[in-house]
């Protein structure tokens, strides 16, 4: 059933009892084209993409849990593209673009808001390399502004002026940035994908891949039974490293965990996305009105989805010094997700060494802004055998042959990207 | 979490810092050969789900370079050792 205002009409007068399931509960098949691992964002837009994009509809997605309970639920659901180098930004523009015109594509309602980001500057160096991103921004068809100081406190108002060790020294505005609801993303492609003939296979865990004599990968064993595939796309989040293993492959992720935060629900208090260069914290406000925010990893490899006392106490010494007037507010929860933290704190969509094996990982803590993106991405790797330009960087062997995409320059040390 | 300093005795989590994998081999020399196992040795890890080997070091304490059995599903510690024992944990 397409969603529209008659529909809703219909609907209404008869209750609300006939909603139709957004989507099927099929049984596994013996065999499919395209199999993809892990119903998170980034698989579902896959599937959607493969269907829609290259017109490979017999394609089935393998969710060990529920749909969408990864770190697609787990997120601070930020939308951005306020990158610097030739090798990601127009990646992430290119996601931005497709998150502006998701809804009407999915026929579902992200509730994609583009309410801007703040990106706030604490030093004449902050500045200047602020200004050197906006440029690149710029250059790559992105929007972006410098603000000066007066402009930047008039826009968030709650932002300490007075703060002697990180005074507010302008921003960098990106306004078509913002946030997007991260469950009726998961849904809306769900359903999408569901529409063009996907099925998506939920409680199946992948327990091992199957490779011919040639050693290429053929299918997967799962806890449903034996799937055969022509071809086999892991996109595993935070357990990438686990599934990479089955076949045989060792990757260059660590697993980490990053924690987020929300508050009760207030009054409107915050109406763009602030990021604050202290701890890396960042923060919005919810259409439920609850603050959302975050900041650094937890540092250590964890596959635990439990985040640690010291760190939860950093982040809201960061959030106060930042907003003092957030000290009042009752946290209402904090959670942690399981982060595919790669060595340079770039994503990896991209072939494999094992034939019929293509692999979507690494994207650390800026997984949720690149789903529409990724998605495309990686389908059209999938279907052609080849990586699109947006893509093409985005490989697994960069850091042998010493082209690391390394914006923050960290170093090979993934707690610290 | 909190960990066992041979040298300070238990430690609260804040106290140290992390390095990583203990468990690397630093390869021998640089030839043409050893390029990969350079290469694997710098960015490829295991990222086991389990048992895990680490480097920590009580950066906020002794300064002792420590490797640490940790577990990355339960972060339950099994053993604290020195790094380099004999050596006052080499600082």
Same mark, same amino acid.
């Given at each position: 059933?397409?969603?529209?205002?008659?529909?809703?009409? @219909?609907?209404?007068?008869?209750?609300?009892?006939?909603?139709?399931?957004?989507?099927?509960?099929?049984?596994?098949?013996? @065999?499919? +084209?395209?199999?993809?691992?892990?119903? &998170?964002?980034?698989?579902?837009?896959?599937?959607?993409?493969?269907?829609?994009?290259?017109?490979?509809?017999?394609?089935?997605?393998? /969710?060990?849990?529920?749909?969408?309970?990864?770190?697609?639920?787990?997120?601070?659901?930020?939308?951005?593209?306020?990158?610097?180098?030739?090798?990601?930004?127009?990646?992430? /523009?290119?996601?931005?673009?497709?998150?502006?015109?998701?809804?009407?594509?999915?026929?579902?309602? %992200?509730?994609?808001?583009?309410?801007?980001?703040?990106?706030?500057?604490?030093?004449?160096?902050?500045?200047?390399?602020?200004?050197?991103?906006?440029?690149?921004?710029?250059?790559?068809?992105? +929007?972006?502004?410098?603000?000066?100081?007066?402009?930047?406190?008039?826009?968030?108002?709650?932002?300490?002026?007075?703060?002697?060790?990180?005074?507010?020294?302008?921003?960098?505005?990106?306004?078509?940035?913002?946030?997007?609801?991260?469950?009726? %993303?998961?849904?809306?492609?769900?359903?999408?994908?569901?529409?063009? *003939?996907?099925?998506?296979?939920?409680? =199946? /865990?992948?327990?091992?891949?199957?490779?011919?004599?040639? &050693?290429?990968?053929?299918?997967?064993?799962?806890?449903?039974?034996?799937?055969?595939?022509?071809?086999? &796309?892991?996109?595993?989040?935070?357990?990438?490293?686990?599934?990479?293993?089955?076949?045989?492959?060792?990757?260059?992720?660590?697993?980490?965990?990053?924690?987020?935060?929300?508050?009760?629900?207030?009054?409107?208090?915050? +109406?763009?996305?602030?990021?604050?260069?202290?701890?890396?914290?960042?923060?919005?406000?919810?259409?439920?009105?609850?603050?959302?925010?975050?900041?650094?990893? +937890?540092?250590?490899?964890?596959?635990?989805?439990?985040?640690?006392?010291?760190? %939860?106490?950093?982040?809201? /010494?960061?959030?106060?010094?930042?907003?003092? =007037?957030?000290?009042?507010?009752?946290?209402?929860?904090?959670?942690? &997700?399981?982060?595919?933290?790669?060595?340079? *704190?770039?994503?990896?969509?991209?072939?494999?060494?094992?034939?019929?094996?293509?692999?979507?990982?690494?994207? =650390?803590?800026?997984?949720?802004?690149?789903?529409?993106?990724?998605?495309?991405?990686?389908?059209?790797?999938?279907?052609?055998?080849?990586?699109?330009?947006?893509?093409?960087?985005?490989?697994?062997?960069?850091?042998?042959?010493?082209?690391?995409?390394?914006?923050?320059?960290?170093?090979?040390?993934?707690?610290?990207? | 979490?909190?960990?066992?300093?041979?040298?300070?005795?238990?430690?609260?989590?804040?106290?140290?810092?992390?390095?990583?994998?203990?468990?690397?081999?630093?390869?021998?020399?640089?030839?043409?050969?050893?390029?990969?196992? #350079?290469?694997?040795?710098?960015?490829?890890?295991?990222?086991?789900?389990?048992?895990?080997?680490?480097? #920590?070091?009580?950066?906020?304490?002794?300064?002792? #370079?420590?490797?640490?059995?940790?577990?990355?599903?339960?972060?339950?510690?099994?053993?604290?050792?020195?790094?380099?024992?004999?050596?006052?944990?080499?600082?």
């Amino acid at each position: 059933m397409k969603y529209s205002l008659l529909s809703l009409l @219909r609907q209404g007068l008869k209750g609300h009892a006939d909603w139709p399931r957004a989507w099927r509960e099929p049984e596994p098949k013996e @065999r499919y +084209d395209v199999i993809i691992v892990g119903a &998170g964002g980034h698989g579902l837009a896959t599937a959607y993409y493969l269907a829609k994009e290259h017109g490979v509809r017999n394609v089935a997605i393998l /969710e060990r849990g529920n749909l969408g309970s990864g770190n697609v639920g787990r997120n601070t659901t930020v939308v951005r593209s306020n990158y610097l180098l030739n090798e990601e930004l127009p990646f992430y /523009e290119w996601s931005l673009k497709l998150w502006e015109g998701l809804s009407r594509e999915l026929d579902y309602n %992200v509730m994609f808001s583009q309410r801007g980001l703040l990106e706030l500057l604490h030093s004449d160096a902050d500045v200047d390399a602020a200004v050197r991103r906006a440029n690149a921004m710029l250059l790559h068809g992105a +929007d972006a502004e410098i603000l000066n100081r007066e402009q930047t406190l008039k826009r968030v108002p709650i932002v300490d002026p007075d703060n002697a060790r990180f005074p507010v020294c302008g921003a960098l505005l990106q306004r078509r940035a913002g946030t997007a609801r991260h469950d009726a %993303v998961v849904w809306g492609y769900a359903r999408a994908a569901d529409r063009l *003939g996907v099925d998506i296979i939920q409680n =199946c /865990e992948v327990t091992a891949i199957r490779r011919d004599n040639a &050693g290429r990968a053929i299918g997967v064993d799962t806890t449903r039974g034996h799937i055969a595939a022509d071809k086999i &796309g892991l996109a595993a989040a935070g357990h990438s490293s686990r599934v990479a293993e089955m076949a045989g492959l060792r990757l260059p992720i660590e697993s980490h965990k990053l924690q987020a935060y929300v508050t009760e629900g207030v009054k409107p208090l915050l +109406d763009k996305v602030v990021t604050f260069g202290v701890g890396h914290f960042y923060i919005s406000q919810s259409d439920k009105g609850g603050l959302v925010f975050g900041a650094n990893l +937890d540092g250590y490899n964890s596959y635990a989805q439990r985040g640690n006392l010291p760190n %939860v106490e950093t982040t809201i /010494e960061a959030g106060v010094h930042l907003m003092p =007037c957030l000290s009042r507010l009752r946290l209402l929860r904090h959670w942690a &997700g399981v982060m595919d933290m790669s060595m340079d *704190g770039s994503p990896f969509i991209c072939k494999t060494p094992v034939g019929g094996l293509y692999l979507n990982a690494g994207w =650390c803590y800026g997984g949720f802004k690149a789903t529409p993106a990724s998605g495309w991405c990686f389908a059209h790797t999938i279907a052609r055998d080849e990586p699109h330009p947006l893509n093409e960087h985005f490989v697994l062997d960069r850091f042998h042959q010493g082209r690391a995409i390394d914006a923050k320059g960290a170093g090979p040390q993934p707690n610290l990207h | 979490m909190r960990i066992d300093c041979p040298l300070c005795g238990e430690r609260p989590l804040e106290e140290f810092t992390y390095r990583g994998d203990a468990s690397l081999k630093r390869p021998t020399g640089a030839t043409a050969d050893s390029q990969s196992a #350079w290469s694997d040795y710098v960015y490829i890890r295991e990222n086991p789900k389990g048992p895990h080997k680490e480097h #920590w070091r009580h950066a906020g304490g002794c300064g002792a #370079w420590l490797v640490v059995g940790r577990n990355t599903a339960t972060h339950e510690i099994s053993d604290v050792k020195l790094a380099r024992p004999g050596r006052g944990g080499m600082r």
